[in-house]
């Protein structure tokens, strides 16, 4: 499974976050030994890759050309609305 990604230069926070959610994304990190990134993922699409991975599970990410073998380590969601707030990969 290949998750699409994008880099998340600037508007880093809570508030940031919050925007971003409102615009159909959220933020995400990829943390490996030597490398950690901020990304960005289409909450839609994430969904539906959610139908077929769970945490726990090798997936790839995609990000600005590069493919990164990931394990999906954490997602956070707000129990009130439902919507994702953020997920973790860690780099393998």
């Known amino acids: ?17 919050r925007r971003l959610i409102k615009k159909g ?12 990134f901020h990304i960005v993922l289409n909450a839609h699409d994430f969904e539906l890759a959610l139908r077929k991975i769970k945490e726990g599970d090798k997936v790839e990410v995609a990000l600005e050309g590069k ?3 990931c394990i999906f380590k954490e997602l956070q969601e707000n129990i009130m609305t439902g ?10």
Do not use: C, W
């Not at 499974?1 to 880099?7: E, G, Q, R, V």
């Not at 943390?31 to 950690?36: E, I, R, V, W």
């Not at 919507?83 to 393998?92: C, K, M, N, R, Y």
């Open 1 to 17: 499974m290949t998750i699409a990604a994008l880099p998340r230069t600037e508007d880093f926070g809570s508030a940031g976050s």
């Open 25 to 36: 994304l959220f933020p995400a990190e990829m943390y490996g030994k030597d490398k950690n």
């Open 67 to 69: 493919v990164y073998n």
């Open 83 to 92: 919507t994702l707030v953020h997920a973790d990969f860690q780099i393998v």
